[in-house]
Structures are given as structure tokens and as C-alpha cells.
């Protein structure tokens, strides 16, 4: 819906009254279990000369969010919100214009770090560019030249770690409803069972399944590490010959 792009919203309840940008982000924290971000008195927060508030947060990371419109159909946060970041620009603190003055509220003058929980909806809304995977390589790094170096020992290899580690790339376009940890856990068998049988270096099968998870989920290596071991451990006592009858 318009109101909350991506959140359904049902029939019967009344939405007359959310009329502004200050409800929608309210709605959508609480539906968050979290503060509204208008309300976030940690972080700088300044006050248009039209009434409005643009709420400043930096970036933890080196991901780079997109600008959107509240009014846009593409990609939106909430209904009269606008998200500026890479590419965008705002109005500093202070500044005087012929509308009037950009005021600061509050006593901080500093931006907090994003919040989890609105990086997550913003992840979700589209505000990250979409991942470039060339077509003849759809995985990264050292994954493809996992694939490469497999490939001496004939194309059903390289085509078995393609698949597998692509099924684990594309989850980057979404933080949830992805299974990526069944995902990354069948990648880890799969190339366990092709180091038992000798089509790939242990290293290399690691190597290319971390670089795969640091791509799909930014910042949880350490979840990803666990995953790549265990499931790496189960697929060794399998040892996996792509192409084999036996």
C-alpha cells in the first residue's frame, strides 16, 4: 500500500487519519516495537521553516543507501517521508534560506549511528543498489575463482559451485524470507563433499563460500563462519563427484 510500502494494511482499519509523514514513520516504528526516529532525542534532529523534521543518522557501514521520495511509486520508506543518503543532499543545520531557518531541536548536534531495526527497513524498501553480478560469473571474488580452479577437473564442477553459491548471492536482495542460512549450509555440504572427493582446495571452498555470505549479509561473518564450518564438516563424510553414476 501507499501508506506503507510492502506492510499490509486491512480493510477495516481506519487510515483517514494519517495525514502526514510523522504518522507513517510512527506507525511503522510501532509496528517495529520501536521509537518513531521524529521522536529520537539521541540523535540531531532540525526543524524545516515549512514545519518539518529532517532526522540525521551516519552510516556504520560501507553500504550505500539511496535517496528516495515519500511519493514515489519505486521505492519508498513511508508515504510523505523522504530518505536522503549517496547522492542526495540536505539543508545544514542553521542555514538560512528565504523560506526561513533550518532550526535545531533538542541539545544534540551530532548524528547517531543508523538504527538496526530502520536499516533493516530500508534494506527491505530497496534503498540498497541492486547487486551487479555479471552474468558468466553470479558470485563473487574469490567464489568465481573457486569455480575456476575447480573447473580442471571438468565443467560438472564448476557448474555445481555456481549454482550452489548463487542460490546463496541472491539472498542479498532481502534481510528475511530468504532461507540463507538453509542456503549457505547447502552451499558448505556441497563443497565439503567436493573437497573429500579432491575437486577443490579446503581453503578455496572456504574462502569462496565467506566471500558469498560477507556478500549476501554484510556484518555477520561470525554467523556465517559457523555455518560454513558445520556444514563443511557434515559434507566431508560424503565425498561429492558431479557427473558420477556411482
Keep these: 500500500n501507499r501508506l506503507l510500502p510492502g506492510i499490509d ?26 521509537e518513531s526516529p521524529a521522536d529520537d532525542r ?28 515519500g511519493s514515489s511509486k519505486k521505492r519508498a520508506l513511508a508515504w510523505q517521508v523522504d530518505v536522503r543518503a549517496d547522492g542526495g543532499y540536505i539543508i545544514a543545520p542553521g542555514t538560512t534560506t ?13 548524528p547517531a549511528p543508523l538504527p538496526q531495526w530502520l536499516a533493516q527497513e530500508l534494506q527491505r524498501t530497496h534503498h540498497l543498489p541492486a547487486p551487479h553480478v555479471p552474468a558468466p560469473r553470479p558470485v563473487p571474488g574469490r567464489a568465481g575463482q573457486a569455480v575456476a580452479a575447480a573447473r580442471h577437473g ?71 563462519e559457523g555455518i560454513v564450518r558445520s556444514g563443511m564438516t557434515a559434507g566431508a563424510r560424503r565425498p561429492l563427484h558431479p557427473g558420477s553414476r556411482s
Design 9 to 34: 494494511i486491512s480493510e477495516g482499519i481506519d487510515v483517514s487519519p494519517i495525514t502526514t509523514g510523522f504518522h507513517t514513520i510512527a506507525v511503522l516504528a510501532a509496528l517495529r516495537g520501536q
Design 98 to 110: 528565504e523560506a526561513g531557518v533550518y532550526t535545531p531541536i533538542g541539545s544534540v548536534r551530532t
Design 42 to 69: 539521541n540523535t540531531l534532529r532540525v526543524r524545516t521553516p515549512s514545519g518539518g523534521l529532517h532526522v540525521w543518522y551516519r552510516a556504520t557501514d560501507a553500504r550505500r543507501w539511496q535517496c528516495s521520495s
Design 154 to 224: 571438468g565443467d560438472p564442477v564448476g557448474a555445481v559451485i555456481t549454482t550452489v553459491l548463487a542460490e546463496v548471492t541472491d539472498c542479498a536482495g532481502a534481510t528475511d524470507g530468504t532461507a540463507f542460512s538453509e542456503k549457505l549450509n547447502r552451499a558448505a555440504y556441497t563443497l565439503g563433499g567436493l573437497v573429500a572427493a579432491g575437486h577443490i582446495s579446503a581453503q578455496d571452498a572456504q574462502d569462496a563460500l565467506m566471500e558469498t555470505a560477507r556478500y549476501a549479509r554484510p556484518g555477520q561473518e561470525h554467523r556465517a
